[in-house]
């Protein structure tokens, strides 16, 4: 039994077995000596290996898109042994060799290459901005805004070193949909759309017309690559740390190329209807979360395939119905509140006017830790820190609250005089960063770690004031 399984048993939790993620060391030191021999042998790969650690507290691998290894590196079969399994690439014919993913792990393709050459492909957020970086002499094959571009970085002797730009796209063909203006109109709904309405229902409506509208131009990937772009940057303008880290990412050109998932929060009667905007996108239901009888949370994990975006989106939960379909089941608001359902109540829905609680992005956990106070930010303690996964928050974001919401949770007693008294005058939590490292192959989160952090910012234990 692996070390997460083991501390799966450990908690009082349920997980559909589909989702009993577990652990690949074996893979993990194969790949990571696939990347250290390469570092050895570019100059470039390794001075920017370097410079990702130093100044911007990420790692070289976690930055990866795919790899191509010549059959005299590796084989078919030790791959196979590894967990991968053979794909079969949506562009019908991979022309760079036999397609590998490890769809258990979070672990970068595998291209078993026809050439004597190694390759590894970076994924920054835009590729211009890569390029321009480090001011070098790159071509990129590919339109702007197209599903896939690419671009050969250096080559050293067999070492070559790329970079590509996804949106919403993973195959390995550059040559364009035809689709680049329907493109563009669907990023500019997105990035203005209206989040404030007179009432909640009215958006959740409004919302899911607006995506049935870019459905009609574009395919799911695409409308979904389009929507989170302007979902990061919607959550990243009302939080400081978000903003110093992507400012610190974007010297090398990376952007958030390097985001692990997104996470929402929802009050109880409008969940079902916004895991429905996330299904319009191709977004598919992976585990189900709640931890224990007193934990009033759960949880619905979500991925697009295409994609390879996650998210995590938060509800108020009761334990007799920790066992229903409740991401499709209408819940029923109860009398109390429960951390979710008060930070929804003190500041809007995350699919409206609120946005994202926060961003997780994949970092060095030591390097970000003791980085990020050089720039005045402060990460809380850890809330998972096991060997294959560790999980921290940066101190909260403290956004005011508005006197017709705090007047709405006092009228229904939701919040006593004095919470509300100190909500008007301090304001509330808004909004974290989440620093996350991962290890050995390991997707999953860990349940009773995150109820516990999930205790520890209920608005009503901060004593903070706007602007602290």
Known sequence: MTNASKQKDKEDVSIDEEFDWKLYPETEKFLSSIVADFLLNNHFASELSKKMSTETSTKFFNWIDYAIIPESKTS?????????????????????????????????????GKEDKIEIALKPEELDSFIQAFGINAVIDGKPFSRFRKAVISVEKNYVLSAVE???????????????????????????RQRIFNSDEEGIIFTEKLISSALKLLDNARVSDAFFRSERAYWQRRNLAGQIQKARQDKLGLGWGNQDHHTYRSSRKNFSKMIHIFELMGYNCREKYYAGDQARWGAQIMEHDVCDIVVFTDVDLYPEETKIDFPHKGLEQRKMLGTVGLWVGLHGESILQAGMHHLEARFD???????????????MPPFSNFEFLKQAFTFGEIWKVEKSRADILLSNSFITKDQYNMFIKNGAIGSHMENLERTKGFKGFNKSSVTKIIKATDPRKAQVSIGA
Request: positive net charge.
């Open 76 to 112: 078919k079969e030790l791959l196979l042994k590894l967990g991968f399994t053979l794909f079969a690439p949506v562009d019908k014919k991979c022309k760079y060799g036999k397609l590998f993913k490890h769809s258990r792990s979070y672990f970068f393709p595998i291209i078993l």
């Open 166 to 192: 996804r949106r919403g796209y993973n195959g390995f063909s550059t040559d364009s949909k035809n689709d680049i203006l329907e493109y563009l109109d669907v990023l500019s709904m997105f990035f203005s």
């Open 365 to 379: 956990f030591e390097g970000l830790k003791s980085d990020l106070p050089k720039f005045g930010i402060t990460v």
